[in-house]
Nanobody
């Protein structure tokens, strides 16, 4: 079974930085894409960043200049560097993996982590 485990969340003051990590575990042959989403109370889950195995990354325009996603394909781990954090960045951040291939089984189309809370105070 494939699992995603996030870490690195916490509390920070506005203007500060945090780095989130997400490690995929299980008998994984290949992951096509990994990314991050977030959800704050009363709001829908929104896309934050994504990266594919070939190296390309993408972000919403509103976050592009403050958030950076990076991947260690050998470790099946994805990171999210968040700089100049704002109170509106407060949310539970979820790791996501798409097209996860495991030996001898159909691929997992999508896997989600349990989430890690980021709180930014003003």
């Amino acid at each position: 079974q494939v699992q995603l485990v996030e870490s690195g969340g916490g509390s920070v003051q506005a203007g500060g930085s945090l780095r989130l990590s997400c490690a995929a575990s299980g008998s994984i042959s290949f992951i096509n894409a990994m990314g991050w989403y977030r959800q704050s109370p009363g709001n829908q889950r929104e896309w934050v960043a994504s990266g594919v195995s070939g190296g390309a990354t993408n972000y919403p325009d509103s976050l592009r200049d403050r958030f950076t996603i990076s991947k260690d394909n050998a470790k099946n781990t994805v990171y999210l560097q968040m700089n100049n954090l704002k109170p509106e960045d407060t949310a539970v951040y979820y790791c996501n993996a798409k097209d996860v291939w495991v030996p001898g089984k159909p691929r997992y189309l999508e896997v989600w982590g349990q989430g890690t809370l980021v709180t930014v105070s003003s």
